[in-house]
Each structure stands twice: as C-alpha cells, then as structure tokens.
C-alpha cells in the first residue's frame, strides 16, 4: 500500500525539503488536536542537523507536530474514512510505504515532486473499536510515541499499523514517483510518472492523501521491493 504522508500545501501550507544528494527531510503534518505532545518543529533536529523550522516558514515554526508516521517504534495511525478501511487491509509482512511532497532546497537537480521517502515492513494492525479497556490501556503504556495516543480525545475508529523495526526505515535518499499535469483549466496536478506506472502497475492522481494505492499482483510487489532495496 502506498499513503502520502507529511506536511504539504494543505496541512502546513509548505513541502519538505530535497537537497542535491537526493537526501532528504521528512517534515511531519502539524497537530490539529490537543495534544500531550510538545515538540515543535524548531525542537526536532533533522538529518541534516538543523531544525526542521529551518526550512519551513517562520509563520509555523512553532507549532506543535503530529510525528505520524514515527520510525522508533513504528507506528502508523488513522481514525478517518475511507483510509481507515483500506489501513485494516494490510496483513503482517505486507508493506506500508510512505510518499510526501519534496521541494528543491537550493538546487536545480530535483523538481518539486512526490517521493516515497520509507516504509514499515507490518507487524501487526489494530482496530481499536475491537479492543477491551484493558488492551487499550497496554497499547497506551507499549506505543508511547504514537500520535494519536498522545492525543487529548478519544481514540475513535483509529486503526493503528504497527512496523517490523528491524525491517522497516526513512529512507536515506527520495525516490520521485510523480509526474506533473496540466488539467483542462490550466492547473497542475501531480500523477504517477509513466516509469512507475510501469514498475508499479498503478496510475493517475496519487495528489491526495486520503487515497492510499494498493499493490497486489507479483510481479509488481517485485517491483516495489527492488525499487526500496529489499531484495
């Protein structure tokens, strides 16, 4: 499964940041809920160590993130339809992978683009509607770093993916996945490049975040794998 994720025009009103090595910083969304969490993005230093407020505008340099997905523990989570249904598809071993919109940081090289930037490896999926107070108060105590179980509401319909942390990561360097279009008014949109619908299968408006791509035929999971250098 493909899902988009991470700050975009949106949510943040900005892209995170390619530089010239195709590297790298994956900026999360900022959060819409009382939350406990209180990292800001001027807190989180990024890969390239400096604080993600330095490439966003100063407008939201100190808003409190939503770290969604998380690569410690790997954690993953929506309560929102239709993504929540499509979320509890997703078996153990399957691969939840992870695209953001990337903006150039002072270079030419790369385009204003979609990239997959990681994936989790399942371990297990959670329908919180289906568990006892008990198991949701462990998942509380076991799941310290996910999002929504920082969140100061109820859970709701979330669904929570939980990663395989030993085989699941950020990438270290974007791989572009996109292509840009022009609609019949003149606006530009992002699709699935022609080299990926041809290792991938998929095709069309992969813009959206609400409608994550499924991939289930072979020869592209195939694909996919050797594309994130799993095989």
Same mark, same amino acid.
């Given at each position: 499964?493909?899902?988009?994720?991470?700050?975009?025009?949106?949510?943040?009103?900005?892209?995170?940041?390619?530089?010239?090595?195709?590297?790298?910083?994956?900026?999360?969304?900022?959060?819409?809920?009382?939350?406990?969490?209180?990292? =800001? %993005?001027? &807190?989180?230093?990024?890969? #390239?160590?400096?604080? !993600?407020?330095?490439?966003?505008? $100063?407008?939201?340099?100190? /808003?409190?993130?939503?770290?969604?997905?998380?690569?410690?523990?790997? =954690? %993953?989570? &929506?309560?929102?339809?239709? #993504?929540?249904?499509? !979320?509890?598809?997703?078996?153990? $071993?399957?691969?939840?992978? /992870?695209?953001?919109?990337?903006?150039?940081?002072?270079n030419a090289k790369y385009e204003r683009g979609l990239y997959i930037i990681g994936y989790f490896l399942v371990d297990a999926?959670?329908?919180?509607?289906?568990?006892?107070?008990?198991?949701?108060?462990?998942?509380?105590?076991?799941?310290?770093?996910?999002?929504?179980?920082?969140?100061?509401?109820?859970?709701?319909?979330?669904?929570?993916?939980?990663?395989?942390?030993?085989?699941?990561?950020?990438?270290?360097?974007?791989?572009?996945?996109?292509?840009?279009?022009?609609?019949?008014?003149?606006?530009?949109?992002?699709?699935?490049?022609?080299?990926?619908?041809?290792?991938?299968?998929?095709?069309?408006?992969?813009?959206?975040?609400?409608?994550?791509?499924?991939?289930?035929?072979?020869?592209?999971?195939?694909?996919?794998?050797?594309?994130?250098?799993?095989?």
């Amino acid at each position: 499964m493909l899902l988009r994720i991470g700050i975009d025009s949106t949510a943040g009103g900005a892209l995170g940041p390619i530089f010239d090595d195709g590297s790298f910083e994956y900026i999360p969304i900022p959060e819409g809920w009382e939350s406990e969490e209180q990292k =800001t %993005y001027r &807190d989180i230093i990024g890969q #390239k160590g400096k604080p !993600l407020s330095e490439f966003l505008p $100063n407008a939201i340099a100190d /808003f409190v993130v939503h770290y969604d997905p998380e690569f410690v523990t790997c =954690t %993953y989570g &929506d309560p929102t339809s239709p #993504k929540r249904s499509r !979320l509890l598809k997703l078996e153990k $071993n399957d691969l939840l992978v /992870f695209y953001a919109g990337l903006d150039p940081y002072k270079n030419a090289k790369y385009e204003r683009g979609l990239y997959i930037i990681g994936y989790f490896l399942v371990d297990a999926v959670i329908d919180f509607n289906k568990l006892t107070d008990i198991e949701i108060d462990n998942y509380y105590n076991v799941y310290r770093n996910a999002a929504h179980l920082k969140r100061n509401k109820s859970i709701g319909d979330l669904v929570m993916v939980v990663g395989d942390k030993n085989q699941s990561k950020l990438l270290d360097k974007a791989i572009k996945i996109s292509q840009l279009r022009n609609n019949i008014k003149g606006s530009r949109y992002h699709i699935v490049s022609k080299e990926m619908e041809r290792l991938l299968g998929i095709s069309g408006s992969i813009q959206r975040s609400s409608t994550p791509r499924i991939i289930n035929e072979e020869m592209y999971l195939k694909n996919l794998r050797a594309l994130l250098s799993l095989d």
